[in-house]
């Protein structure tokens, strides 16, 4: 009968780590992620978009991440992000130099528990269009 | 000659028009500013609200003005040489002031005119911009960059009226001498078919180049003295010499 306890009892133990681990993987969105993005940059009225990740926290502290990595354009150039959902900004527009490292940025309530991605354009009014790439994440903890 | 000349223009409706749009495309960067905000806790910086600082998404309003920029300029008045031709009233004036006050006098007045009316649009957005976003902080993040080594954008970034003010002073100079290109092709060709074009192409041509005349027209970008310099030393050495052989040519040899 112990032994019967015991099998049982180490069964449970792994039904528990494995739905943990599950658990933890189902989560792992919600991680400090680095997910890679590129893209061109348009010259005028056309937005550039990665693909969409689902944010769900319910609190607008958990911000979401900006790294531009790579910019045609040159080195320590700008461009500008914001966060999107389908079509309707959910963030401020922020500029960002490149090789600056990682910006984490405050969205609004609306891109709260929805499918989020990440806007883009360049700074200026030029007629020129560039290729950028680096990181982003829709929600860091 | 210059006072009949403004009122004649001042008459035109197509003229007023064109003064019209120069003055309100900027209108349309401020409702897209004040709808950014609605969602946000943030107010724009009144710096960085101003038209030239282009903090909208898709710069469409700066686009519609600046790229098309000759055009906008011709139909103020810069064009006034070819009705001069069509209507006969070029010969009378150059028998009664000579070739070289007609000319000069086309040339500077649009200089003045172009100049005057982007002087007007970014003054009135300036004044609007400064009551509708007063106290406001927001800068799009620029405030934040730390770009050492670009004494532009830290110059700009440490007195942003003073940078916002400097770049307007530079446009309305552009603008003045882009509307003195478009005088010259309206004195050289008579014909708005190929004034319009020739204008619009020599302008094009340095807003597709990579080093963008665009550049000159916003502040708190990341492009610093060593670029812009010689953006604008090519411009000014191009909207310069053309009039200047539009005039010589004129003048001294087409005794028409």
């Known amino acids: 009968m112990s032994t019967f306890r015991k099998k049982m009892g180490k069964i449970g133990v792994t039904a528990v780590m494995g739905l943990g681990i599950l658990a933890t993987a189902n989560f792992a969105h919600a991680s400090n992620d680095n997910v890679p993005y590129s893209f061109t940059l348009k010259p005028n009225y056309a937005n550039s978009y990665t693909t969409s990740r689902y944010r769900q926290t319910s609190n607008t502290s958990n911000k979401f991440k900006v790294n531009l990595a790579y910019s045609s354009e040159g080195s320590g150039t700008y461009a500008t992000f914001w966060l999107d959902k389908s079509g309707t900004r959910v963030s401020d527009v922020h500029d960002v130099k490149q090789g600056s490292g990682n910006h984490y940025y405050t969205p609004f309530s609306t891109a709260n528990q929805s499918y989020v991605r990440l806007g883009a354009e360049n700074n200026n009014y030029s007629a020129s269009s560039y290729s950028v790439s680096g990181y982003w994440d829709e929600e860091i903890n | ?256």
């Open chain 2, 1 to 256: 000659m210059f006072k009949s000349h403004i009122i004649r223009i001042s008459k035109n409706r197509i003229s007023m028009l064109a003064f019209l749009l120069i003055l309100f495309i900027p209108f349309i960067e401020i409702i897209q500013l004040l709808t950014y905000q609605q969602n946000s806790a943030e107010v724009y910086h009144p710096a960085f609200a101003f038209f030239l600082s282009g903090s909208s998404i898709g710069h469409a309003p700066q686009i519609l003005l600046f790229w098309f920029l000759p055009i906008f300029l011709l139909l103020l008045g810069a064009d006034d040489a070819i009705q001069d031709r069509q209507t006969g009233y070029r010969n009378i004036l150059i028998s009664k002031v000579g070739r070289k006050r007609y000319f000069s006098e086309k040339l500077t007045t649009s200089f003045i005119l172009s100049a005057g009316a982007m002087g007007a649009s970014l003054l009135l957005n300036f004044l609007l911009t400064a009551i509708i976003f007063a106290g406001g902080t927001f800068s799009k993040g620029l405030l934040d960059i730390n770009d050492s080594g670009n004494t532009l954008f830290e110059l700009s970034i440490g007195h942003p009226y003073a940078a916002i003010a400097c770049f307007a002073v530079l446009v309305c100079i552009i603008a003045g001498l882009i509307g003195m290109v478009g005088a010259s092709a309206s004195l050289f060709f008579g014909d708005k078919k190929y004034a319009y074009t020739a204008a619009f192409f020599i302008w094009f041509l340095l807003v597709l180049k990579k080093n963008s005349i665009m550049f000159l027209f916003q502040p708190f970008a990341e492009y610093g003295f060593h670029v812009l310099i010689p953006i604008l030393m090519l411009a000014v050495f191009v909207f310069v010499t053309i009039p200047l052989l539009v005039y010589v040519y004129g003048v001294k040899f087409n005794e028409d």
